[in-house]
Protein backbone atom coordinates (compact mmCIF):
# COMPACT_ATOMS: atom_id res chain seq x y z
CA UNK A 1 0.00 0.00 0.00
CA UNK A 2 1.02 3.38 -0.92
CA UNK A 3 2.05 5.25 2.08
CA UNK A 4 2.00 8.53 0.22
CA UNK A 5 -1.62 9.00 -1.87
CA UNK A 6 -2.13 12.16 -4.20
CA UNK A 7 -4.87 12.31 -6.73
CA UNK A 8 -3.11 11.99 -9.78
CA UNK A 9 -5.38 14.38 -11.48
CA UNK A 10 -5.56 16.19 -14.04
CA UNK A 11 -6.00 18.84 -12.03
CA UNK A 12 -7.83 21.40 -14.57
CA UNK A 13 -7.76 25.16 -13.47
CA UNK A 14 -8.25 28.64 -15.54
CA UNK A 15 -5.96 31.17 -15.66
CA UNK A 16 -5.96 33.66 -12.18
CA UNK A 17 -7.65 30.86 -10.46
CA UNK A 18 -6.36 29.16 -6.82
CA UNK A 19 -4.84 25.60 -7.52
CA UNK A 20 -5.14 23.08 -4.82
CA UNK A 21 -3.33 20.03 -4.31
CA UNK A 22 -4.02 17.66 -1.55
CA UNK A 23 -1.41 14.85 -0.14
CA UNK A 24 -2.44 12.26 2.56
CA UNK A 25 0.21 10.00 4.10
CA UNK A 26 0.10 7.18 6.39
CA UNK A 27 3.29 7.20 9.04
CA UNK A 28 1.50 9.62 11.71
CA UNK A 29 5.71 9.80 13.03
CA UNK A 30 6.48 11.77 9.64
CA UNK A 31 8.04 15.16 9.99
CA UNK A 32 9.30 16.44 7.08
CA UNK A 33 6.88 17.32 4.07
CA UNK A 34 7.32 18.56 0.90
CA UNK A 35 6.45 19.96 -2.64
CA UNK A 36 8.35 19.28 -5.45
CA UNK A 37 7.32 20.84 -9.53
CA UNK A 38 8.13 18.76 -12.33
CA UNK A 39 7.77 19.95 -16.10
CA UNK A 40 7.26 17.04 -18.59
CA UNK A 41 10.91 16.05 -19.28
CA UNK A 42 12.19 17.70 -16.71
CA UNK A 43 13.51 17.07 -12.84
CA UNK A 44 11.85 18.01 -10.13
CA UNK A 45 12.59 20.74 -7.96
CA UNK A 46 11.39 22.30 -4.90
CA UNK A 47 9.25 24.12 -4.44
CA UNK A 48 8.01 24.55 -0.71
CA UNK A 49 8.83 22.75 2.67
CA UNK A 50 7.32 22.60 5.61
CA UNK A 51 7.56 21.13 8.76
CA UNK A 52 5.18 22.41 11.40
CA UNK A 53 1.40 22.23 11.56
CA UNK A 54 -0.45 25.34 9.66
CA UNK A 55 0.53 27.47 6.78
CA UNK A 56 3.56 28.63 5.20
CA UNK A 57 3.50 31.19 2.47
CA UNK A 58 5.90 31.69 -0.41
CA UNK A 59 4.80 34.34 -2.69
CA UNK A 60 1.79 32.58 -4.48
CA UNK A 61 2.29 29.29 -2.89
CA UNK A 62 0.60 28.18 0.48
CA UNK A 63 1.50 24.61 2.10
CA UNK A 64 -0.81 23.85 4.55
CA UNK A 65 0.05 20.76 7.28
CA UNK A 66 -2.42 19.18 9.44
CA UNK A 67 -0.66 16.34 11.22
CA UNK A 68 -3.66 15.14 12.71
CA UNK A 69 -5.79 14.79 9.63
CA UNK A 70 -2.58 13.66 8.24
CA UNK A 71 -2.19 15.72 5.46
CA UNK A 72 -0.41 18.49 3.26
CA UNK A 73 -1.58 20.96 1.22
CA UNK A 74 -0.67 23.27 -1.67
CA UNK A 75 -1.79 25.99 -2.80
CA UNK A 76 -1.48 28.06 -5.53
CA UNK A 77 -2.89 31.60 -6.02
CA UNK A 78 -3.12 33.03 -9.51
CA UNK A 79 -1.97 30.21 -11.23
CA UNK A 80 -0.74 30.96 -14.45
CA UNK A 81 -0.19 28.48 -17.42
CA UNK A 82 3.86 28.39 -17.00
CA UNK A 83 2.26 26.70 -13.09
CA UNK A 84 1.47 23.66 -15.78
CA UNK A 85 3.34 20.69 -14.26
CA UNK A 86 2.92 17.47 -12.24
CA UNK A 87 3.37 18.10 -8.37
CA UNK A 88 4.59 15.49 -6.38
CA UNK A 89 4.56 15.17 -2.36
CA UNK A 90 7.31 14.26 -0.49
CA UNK A 91 7.42 13.15 3.00
CA UNK A 92 9.99 12.43 5.60
CA UNK A 93 9.52 10.40 8.62
CA UNK A 94 12.66 11.43 10.13
CA UNK A 95 14.19 10.68 13.57
CA UNK A 96 17.46 10.47 12.32
CA UNK A 97 16.51 8.45 8.91
CA UNK A 98 15.83 10.36 5.74
CA UNK A 99 14.25 8.07 3.52
CA UNK A 100 12.55 10.16 1.56
CA UNK A 101 8.78 8.93 0.55
CA UNK A 102 6.90 10.07 -2.71
CA UNK A 103 3.37 10.20 -4.18
CA UNK A 104 2.67 9.02 -7.51
CA UNK A 105 2.03 13.44 -8.25
CA UNK A 106 -0.83 15.57 -9.44
CA UNK A 107 -1.02 16.66 -12.88
CA UNK A 108 -1.96 20.35 -13.08
CA UNK A 109 -3.22 21.70 -16.10
CA UNK A 110 -3.66 25.65 -16.20
CA UNK A 111 -5.79 26.82 -19.07
CA UNK A 112 -5.74 30.58 -20.54
CA UNK B 1 27.54 27.81 -9.72
CA UNK B 2 27.42 24.83 -12.07
CA UNK B 3 24.23 22.92 -11.39
CA UNK B 4 23.91 18.73 -10.78
CA UNK B 5 25.48 17.06 -13.74
CA UNK B 6 24.39 13.38 -14.50
CA UNK B 7 26.13 10.86 -17.42
CA UNK B 8 25.18 9.98 -19.52
CA UNK B 9 22.00 10.97 -20.19
CA UNK B 10 20.86 8.22 -22.18
CA UNK B 11 21.79 4.34 -22.06
CA UNK B 12 20.95 1.14 -23.64
CA UNK B 13 21.29 -2.10 -22.17
CA UNK B 14 20.33 -5.59 -22.75
CA UNK B 15 19.09 -7.69 -19.89
CA UNK B 16 22.16 -8.76 -17.86
CA UNK B 17 24.32 -6.34 -18.32
CA UNK B 18 25.77 -3.92 -15.59
CA UNK B 19 26.20 -0.44 -16.09
CA UNK B 20 27.46 2.52 -13.98
CA UNK B 21 25.67 6.34 -13.66
CA UNK B 22 27.86 8.90 -12.39
CA UNK B 23 26.75 12.49 -10.68
CA UNK B 24 28.41 15.36 -9.99
CA UNK B 25 27.26 17.66 -7.58
CA UNK B 26 26.45 20.89 -7.02
CA UNK B 27 30.32 22.69 -5.69
CA UNK B 28 30.30 22.60 -2.33
CA UNK B 29 27.77 19.57 -1.90
CA UNK B 30 28.47 17.25 0.20
CA UNK B 31 25.19 15.01 0.21
CA UNK B 32 24.44 12.93 -2.90
CA UNK B 33 21.03 10.91 -3.19
CA UNK B 34 19.92 8.53 -5.61
CA UNK B 35 16.78 8.12 -7.15
CA UNK B 36 14.71 5.87 -9.62
CA UNK B 37 11.42 7.08 -11.38
CA UNK B 38 9.27 5.09 -13.25
CA UNK B 39 5.59 5.53 -14.24
CA UNK B 40 3.91 2.97 -12.44
CA UNK B 41 6.06 3.39 -9.09
CA UNK B 42 6.82 7.20 -9.80
CA UNK B 43 9.72 8.69 -8.13
CA UNK B 44 11.24 5.94 -5.62
CA UNK B 45 14.48 6.57 -3.13
CA UNK B 46 17.70 4.34 -3.82
CA UNK B 47 20.21 5.82 -1.31
CA UNK B 48 22.04 8.74 -0.14
CA UNK B 49 25.69 9.27 0.32
CA UNK B 50 27.36 12.17 2.44
CA UNK B 51 31.08 12.08 3.02
CA UNK B 52 31.86 8.82 1.05
CA UNK B 53 29.27 7.43 3.64
CA UNK B 54 26.12 5.43 2.68
CA UNK B 55 23.99 7.42 4.69
CA UNK B 56 20.31 6.07 4.49
CA UNK B 57 19.25 3.25 1.70
CA UNK B 58 15.73 2.87 0.41
CA UNK B 59 14.40 -0.55 -0.30
CA UNK B 60 15.98 -1.84 -3.45
CA UNK B 61 17.74 -5.02 -4.04
CA UNK B 62 21.32 -5.74 -3.21
CA UNK B 63 22.22 -5.13 -7.45
CA UNK B 64 21.84 -1.29 -7.22
CA UNK B 65 24.76 0.09 -5.69
CA UNK B 66 26.48 3.12 -5.20
CA UNK B 67 29.17 5.14 -3.86
CA UNK B 68 30.96 8.51 -3.07
CA UNK B 69 34.68 9.67 -4.16
CA UNK B 70 36.23 12.30 -1.82
CA UNK B 71 35.00 15.09 -4.19
CA UNK B 72 31.86 14.23 -4.08
CA UNK B 73 31.20 12.92 -7.23
CA UNK B 74 29.27 9.44 -7.00
CA UNK B 75 28.61 6.70 -9.21
CA UNK B 76 25.79 4.17 -8.97
CA UNK B 77 25.75 0.68 -10.42
CA UNK B 78 23.14 -2.06 -10.94
CA UNK B 79 24.11 -5.39 -11.89
CA UNK B 80 22.37 -7.94 -13.57
CA UNK B 81 19.83 -5.61 -15.15
CA UNK B 82 16.21 -6.89 -15.69
CA UNK B 83 13.78 -5.16 -17.93
CA UNK B 84 12.01 -3.74 -15.05
CA UNK B 85 15.45 -1.47 -14.29
CA UNK B 86 14.18 0.99 -17.15
CA UNK B 87 13.56 3.97 -15.86
CA UNK B 88 15.15 7.61 -15.52
CA UNK B 89 17.79 7.57 -12.82
CA UNK B 90 17.65 10.85 -10.76
CA UNK B 91 20.64 12.12 -9.01
CA UNK B 92 19.89 15.22 -6.08
CA UNK B 93 22.76 17.43 -4.32
CA UNK B 94 22.27 19.07 -1.28
CA UNK B 95 25.16 21.25 0.97
CA UNK B 96 24.42 18.83 4.08
CA UNK B 97 21.37 16.93 5.50
CA UNK B 98 19.10 15.74 2.25
CA UNK B 99 16.34 15.97 5.03
CA UNK B 100 16.17 19.58 5.97
CA UNK B 101 18.49 21.20 3.29
CA UNK B 102 17.20 21.66 -0.43
CA UNK B 103 17.60 19.12 -2.71
CA UNK B 104 18.95 19.99 -6.63
CA UNK B 105 17.99 17.62 -9.09
CA UNK B 106 19.99 16.61 -12.22
CA UNK B 107 18.50 16.33 -15.60
CA UNK B 108 18.79 12.50 -15.33
CA UNK B 109 20.20 9.36 -16.64
CA UNK B 110 17.43 7.44 -18.91
CA UNK B 111 17.85 3.49 -19.00
CA UNK B 112 16.04 1.40 -21.20
CA UNK B 113 17.07 -2.29 -20.89
CA UNK B 114 16.14 -4.70 -23.91
Known amino acids: QKEVEQNSGPLSVPEGAIASLNCTYS??????FFWYRQYSGKSPELIMS????GDKEDGRFTAQLNKASQYVSLLIRDSQPSDSATYLCAVIRGGGSYIPTFGRGTSLIVHP | KAGVTQTPRYLIKTRGQQVTLSCSPI?????VSWYQQTPGQGLQFLFEYFSETQRNKGNFPGRFSGRQFSNSRSEMNVSTLELGDSALYLC?????????????FGPGTRLTVL
Open chain 1, 50 to 53: IYSN
Open chain 1, 27 to 32: DRGSQS
Open chain 2, 92 to 104: ASSAGTAGTDTQY
Open chain 2, 27 to 31: SGHRS
